[in-house]
């Protein structure tokens, strides 16, 4: 398995050109099947999440393409299965989309069930309500979801779980209620882009989805969808990724393609603890000059802070000199880098899902575990501020969703390698 090392100590300072979305080329990816000609996704991420979805559609039949310059074709002419294999899915929640769009595309699908991972449990009950609902037939055996629905229908549904609205479970219920007979109404729908996008696609698609971004989304089912070209929205969580590291190295940088409006509240926080943040044309910069003030953040559903930047921003945090709390209420249990920049110096207190942190004068570099893809991110960040060598291991996690980050990092001036596995 591949490590990073980083020699910590280097201001960033440099241009970086942020990437398509993860969040949203994945469901964007598994709705191109629902069409009846093949889509063009431009520019798609080169990331090993976009791989797995790919060599999914392809264990379904359907026929993908990749051009040199990242553009994926996605033939849906070709699919001719709707079994989804648990060897893929194990790899990725999001292959969970496949669900919707099979239901949607052919009424019938048989998924691997995708499982819990280590930022915490991760249901699918409001997936399963959502579509129970548009009619399916829904039972889990030997580990699948078996699904099966002879008509959809459209239905009014209300999404809101323990943890706020969903993400995925929206998503999933809009890929199937496109082909539904009548009209569904979302209540408590996700707001976040990644479902605007998605939506988008969907509509150029042929699709009539109404209220993409709000808390209600109105459907009205269609027969038939046709191919379309599409570029997904900038990554707002690979930009935050790099706005914080900006801010820990005390560096300078510009943001190529970000979009600031889907980054409100991650700038707010960011000017609250002395940042500055300047939206520009088509670019966000961000400059920090030294002295931070501690601050707190709560994790919520879009528009709030997004629960994919909580570990960076502890890092942050971490360097920062006083007190700030970090309460974390999309997913509970999503502390596992704690431990891990504790090794690094910091000083934290974990208190059920908030952390006291303690911010420090400095870190200093030690062997580190990358446990996910977002504590991977946060491990990189103090490994940059911190004195002498930081090996982190298991950088496979960051692989999946952060195109190129060692070579966009050292072009930011960066001292940082990827040590490959033998
Ligand atoms: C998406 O996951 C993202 N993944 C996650 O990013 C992100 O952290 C999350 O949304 C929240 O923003 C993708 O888009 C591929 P949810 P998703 O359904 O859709 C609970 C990353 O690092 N819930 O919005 O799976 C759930 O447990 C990843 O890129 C239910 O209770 O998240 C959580 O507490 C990690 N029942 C909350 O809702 C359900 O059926 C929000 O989850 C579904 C979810």
Redesign the pocket.
Known sequence: MDKFMIWGGERLHGEVEISAC???V??VLAAALLAETPSVIKKAPWLK?VDTMLLILQALGVTTKRSFEGDVTIDPTTLKSWEAPYELIRK???S??VLGALLGKLGKAVVSLPGG?V???????????GLTQLGAAIEKRHGYLIAEAKQLRGARIFLG???????????DIMLAAVKAEGVTVIESA?C?P?VADVALFLNKMGAKITGAGTPTLTIEGTKELHGTEHTVIPDR?EAGTYMIAAAATDGDIALLGAEPRHLEAVIAKLREAGVEVFEEEGKIRVRSTGTKRPTDVTTL??PGF???LQAQFMALMSITSGVSRIVE????D?FMHVGELGRLGADMTMDSNSALVRGVPSLSGAPVMAS???ASAALIIAGLVAEGETLIHRVYHID??YVDIENKLANLGAKIRRVKAN
């Open positions: 993860k969040n949203a994945l469901p999440d990725m929640r999001s969970i989309y991972c930022i915490g449990p991760r249901p699918i009950d409001l997936h399963i309500k779980g323990p943890f706020g609205s969903s993400v995925g479970a929206t998503i996700a976040e990644d969580i559903s879009y997004p629960t994919d209420k999309i997913y509970p999503r996910d893809l977002r999946r969703g």
